[in-house]
């Protein structure tokens, strides 16, 4: 009897070994609620390798434990750091596996990241540091955030935060960060 249970628990394990090999992004997965480090604005800026306006170009969908996507983006604008004009990194998530509830970038979004160097073999160059913590979309002369940073409350757009509903959003001037990542940075 002992036996038969040893080779059902055996069974088991070595099914869902095959289940997580073969984890896929696709339309049929789920949003993932994940914790993050928080960085504060300043680690995050002392922190970056890379910190840039970048313009996304492509994404492919990278399969495995933990799906990513691959972005291509051309570098608008540097704020702190080198790299070639074009460059690769990642984003956690893909397709309607998304982590946090944030999309993924698409062709023709830009957006100011801040970057970390991929270290050993990687799909990409770089990844975002914290991801919706050092991600700001650029909407004309505002950056709109998914993740409020009380540090940033200052250059807040004071009309358009206003108008928003989700607690979580927070609208801040284009120009006062860049000001601030240079301060900070120095």
Not at 39 to 53: C, G, N, P, R, T
Not at 71 to 84: I, Q
Not at 111 to 129: D, H, N, P, R
Not at 150 to 173: A, C, G, K, P, R
Request: hydrophobic residues 35%; glycine residues 8%; charged residues 25%.
């Amino acid at each position: 009897m002992h036996r038969y249970i040893f080779v059902f628990i055996v069974l088991i394990v070595l099914c869902g070994c095959g289940i997580v090999g073969n984890t896929k992004c696709s339309p049929s997965s789920t949003g993932i609620e994940a914790e993050r480090e928080w960085y504060s604005f300043k680690d995050s800026v002392e922190q970056a390798d890379l910190i840039v306006e970048v313009e996304i170009v492509e994404n492919s969908i990278i399969n495995g434990y933990m799906c990513k996507t691959k972005h291509t983006a051309t570098v608008l604008e540097y704020f702190g750091g080198e790299s070639e004009q074009e460059i690769t990194f990642l984003q956690e998530g893909g397709n309607s596996a998304l982590i946090n509830g944030n999309g993924i970038f698409q062709p023709g979004e830009r957006y100011i990241l801040m970057l970390k160097e991929t270290v050993g073999e990687s799909a990409a160059q770089f990844w975002i540091l914290g991801d919706e913590l050092s991600t700001y979309k650029v909407d004309g002369d505002s950056l709109i955030r998914t993740m409020e940073y009380e540090e940033l409350q200052s250059i807040e757009v004071d009309h358009m935060n206003d108008l928003i509903e989700d607690e979580y959003l927070q609208i801040i001037d284009r120009d006062e960060l860049i000001n601030k990542v240079k301060e900070t940075g120095e």
